[in-house]
């Protein structure tokens, strides 16, 4: 049984920092992309981040600068950290799982990132 478990999430005012950890069990982590996602109401889930089992990055340009993926595969986990944050980063924070090269997807709950202005 898969369970990815996020943790991190909080109030902020804009120009704070947070940072998000996300730890997975059930899975051969090396075997999976890691990435963060965003959703708010009404607005489809869109990537934030990813990072390969390697830490070969991509990040989404509203992100970019300001937002950092990091993975640690000893310890099975994921994190996002976040500086300089913006009212428009306030969102619902997924973490996923996308095995390497078979059609597996695993998904967190969820944790509420809202940034004040």
């Known amino acids: 049984q898969v369970h990815l478990v996020e943790s991190g999430g909080g109030l902020v005012q804009s120009g704070g920092s947070l940072r998000l950890s996300c730890t997975a069990s059930?899975?051969?982590?090396?075997?999976?992309?890691m990435s963060w996602y965003r959703q708010t109401p009404g607005k489809e889930r869109e990537l934030v981040a990813a990072?390969?089992?390697?830490?070969?990055?991509n990040y989404a340009d509203s992100v970019k600068g300001r937002f950092t993926i990091s993975r640690d595969n000893y310890k099975e986990t994921v994190y996002l950290q976040m500086n300089s944050l913006r009212p428009e980063d306030t969102a619902v924070y997924y973490c996923?799982?996308?095995?390497?090269?078979?059609?597996?997807?695993?998904w967190g709950q969820g944790t509420q990132v809202t940034v004040s202005s």
């Open positions: 990072a390969t089992a390697t830490s070969i990055t």
């Open positions: 059930g899975v051969t982590f090396t075997n999976y992309e």
């Open positions: 996923n799982a996308k095995h390497a090269w078979a059609r597996l997807n695993h």
